[in-house]
């Protein structure tokens, strides 16, 4: 039996990963932007950038291949696709752990998201065959009216760190049946797993056969590179995930030039126990949305809603399990909660617990975890015991917070549950089917998802994913999502022998 030697280090695996996935070396050790592993925080590879000249040139090359690809059967684009999803399935193993290294997420979640990259592939390649529009009664005789779904041209993507990978697969997997050409900007705390998406990206592609010069690209940069993305005339939908803060800056943008956007933005997740609620299984739920990913995803739970009747049951065992969660390298295999993304994100944390305090909140854990290197930042998920809904709790900050409020009157917990700006995420842990209705009806939570029994994270991609609000109200991966990835037309076909106009109106001429 062949039994692979332990990297020395990290930056090491990372480098062996790399190649096994068909990586050029001098891509990741030749250039001026940093990357970092938050396990350790040590160095893991510096890569070229390219400048706004090259990323110009690289939409333009984008956009030509989208004049090819637009010809391809839908169905035949889907073929690419579903050879992307062979090649995701034999690199699953080495691509999660990728995820691992480079956003310090533990195993199972490190293949958690590849495997969302794998399932986005399968609903993708079944949509190939399923673009279709209506055909709509008309008011002419000898008539008839329909609608076409046409790709929409170079699709720009820019992703977040946190899921560094599976984001580009919602929107590529979609766009490129669509018969779009794609255009990415990574995260630049995440650019080694989009070089190494790229390359399994590459092979699909070669064993394709006939997809068309730069029909996806990748543009490594930082923020300057994401603007040239958002500002360019080629570029006919950015959908861009990351900080409300980013959304601000880049929805007015894309708006000024009429370019369509899908804003996939902070979310600020609550969850509501009612006094029926089954304990034991809202005490999982909370626990992993508001400790995993170590409180790193946008679906985060971060405010919970205790009803009087339950909060004293329920306190004491959430207490339990922040004080017992493991904590640590998420590589080791045994934790439970992986570090923050860096030291900003520690400080940040930091500073909403110091405000939560001065508030009268009861903080029970948050400090800090040292792991033997002093620039790898783990922490103690928080929960804190909030005496009213204001300061802190009316914000996202991307770490394991999660504030906890006492109600009696189910109409004000859910009036303060919608009392924030994001509205990307929400749950109810009811057995009351009144409560459970109301919450999901047209005056109950105000997200773009919203589930009972359920926690608010780890969403199926068949759904469609997003928010309202600050969230930025963008869908993305299922449901009719995909309509957003192409532009329709409104045919009407005359096959009578005369022009009758719409609305009965007449304009005889001799
Ligand atoms: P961020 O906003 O700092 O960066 C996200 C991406 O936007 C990066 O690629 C960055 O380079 C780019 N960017 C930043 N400013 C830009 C600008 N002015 N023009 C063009 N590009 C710009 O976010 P982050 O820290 O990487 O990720 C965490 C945030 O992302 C959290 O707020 C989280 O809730 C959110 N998020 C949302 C979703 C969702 O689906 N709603 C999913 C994941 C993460």
């Known amino acids: 039996m062949n039994i692979a030697a332990k990297p020395a280090s990290i930056a090491a695996d990372a480098a062996a990963i790399l190649d096994r996935l068909g990586v050029d070396k001098a891509a990741y050790t030749t250039g001026d932007l940093k990357s970092f592993s938050p ?21 333009e090359r984008a956009d ?21 999803g062979e090649e995701l399935r034999a690199a699953k193993t080495d691509l999660g752990r990728l995820v691992s290294i480079e956003a310090g997420k533990i195993p199972s979640e490190g293949l958690g998201e590849v495997q969302e990259m794998i399932d986005i592939c399968d609903f993708a390649v079944g949509l190939s065959r399923q673009l279709y529009g209506l055909t709509i009664a008309t008011e002419r005789p000898g008539h008839r009216m329909m609608e076409t779904w046409h790709p929409l041209g170079v699709v720009g993507i ?15 997997a979609l766009a490129l049946v669509c018969g779009n050409s794609v255009v990415w900007k990574p995260s630049e705390k995440t ?14 592609i070669k064993r394709f056969g006939e997809a068309p010069e730069g029909l996806s690209q990748l543009l490594i940069g930082d923020r300057a590179i994401g603007e040239v993305l958002v500002d360019h005339a080629k570029v006919r939908l950015v959908s861009a995930t990351g900080s409300t803060r980013m959304g601000r800056e880049v929805g007015p943008r894309l708006a000024r030039r009429f ?14 126990v009612c006094p029926s609620a089954d304990l034991d299984m809202a005490l999982r739920a909370i626990a992993f949305g508001a400790m995993g990913t170590a409180g790193q995803r946008c679906t985060t739970l971060r405010r919970l809603f205790v009803h009087e009747s339950v909060y004293d049951q329920l306190l004491p065992r959430l207490k339990k399990a922040y004080a017992s969660v493991s904590v640590g390298n998420p590589l080791d295999g045994n934790a439970l909660v992986g570090p923050l993304i860096d030291k900003l994100a520690f400080d940040a ?15 029970h854990g948050g400090e800090r975890v040292i792991l033997g290197n002093h620039d790898a ?20 900050t991307f770490a394991p917070i999660l504030y906890v409020l006492k109600y009696t009157d189910f109409d004000a917990a859910l009036a303060d549950h919608n009392a924030v700006g994001a509205g990307l995420s929400s749950s109810i842990f009811t057995l009351d089917m009144r409560e459970a209705e109301r919450f999901l009806s047209v005056d109950g939570s105000d997200c773009g998802i919203a589930n009972v029994n359920i926690g608010t994270s780890g969403a199926e991609i ?49």
């Open 349 to 363: 944390m930091q500073k909403a617990l110091d405000e939560a305090r001065a508030l009268g909140g009861t903080v």
């Open 259 to 272: 370019a369509r956007a899908i804003l996939e933005l902070g979310g600020n997740n609550g969850g509501i």
């Open 377 to 396: 930042f783990y922490v103690k998920p928080a929960l804190v015991e909030m005496p009213a809904h204001s300061g802190p709790v009316l914000e996202e």
């Open 462 to 510: 068949g759904g469609a994913f997003g928010g309202e609000k600050e969230t930025g109200g963008g869908r993305e991966s299922g449901s009719d999502a995909w309509k957003a990835y192409m532009r329709r037309a409104t045919n009407t076909i005359n096959y009578s022998k005369s022009l009758p106009l719409a609305q009965g109106v007449s304009f005889d001429i001799e």
């Open 64 to 84: 030509e291949a989208f004049r090819a690809w637009r010809l391809v059967p839908a169905p035949k684009r889907g073929e690419l696709v579903r050879l992307l």
């Open 39 to 59: 396990v350790t925080g040590e160095q893991t590879g510096s890569l070229k950038t390219v400048s706004a000249s090259e990323a110009s040139a690289t939409i």
């Open 191 to 204: 650019p080694l797993t989009a070089l190494a998406t790229h390359a399994i990206l590459e092979r699909a």
């Open 158 to 172: 820019i992703s977040a760190f946190n899921f560094p990978v599976a984001v580009w697969a919602w929107n590529a």
